[in-house]
């Protein structure tokens, strides 16, 4: 099991929640003011804010507070160590058909 197992633990069981996908993937297009964040949701404030709690312990994103402003966004990298993680779930099986697949686009003569 890889060193890491505990931090894609955690992003797995952030991401787990269709609520906290749906924050991820609005934040994915740009940071966003808590209160802007919560309204296309139908819960009660404190409990957005345990979703973002979630995701913020998770590491998958980040909070800064300006005044009574809270701003989130994604942490730069965070997903990261799923891709790796699902990278090394690959089957030697894909990685003989990307080796081949670079074979061939290597050596087919190119049509003009």
Not at 38 to 49: I, Q
Not at 56 to 71: F, H, Q, Y
């Amino acid at each position: 099991m890889p060193k890491y197992h505990e931090e894609i633990d955690a992003v797995f069981r952030a991401l787990a929640d269709p609520t906290r996908r749906a924050i991820v993937e609005r934040l994915a297009k740009s940071p966003a003011v808590v209160s802007d964040l919560a309204a296309p949701f139908a819960m009660a404030l404190p409990s957005f804010l345990q979703h973002l709690s979630v995701l913020e312990g998770a590491g998958v994103v980040t909070s800064e507070k300006l005044g009574r402003v809270r701003t989130v966004s994604l942490r730069p990298g965070a997903l990261d160590v799923l891709h790796l993680w699902l990278g090394e779930q690959r089957t030697p099986a894909e990685h003989r058909a990307d080796r081949l697949g670079i074979h061939l686009a290597l050596t087919t003569p190119k049509e003009n």
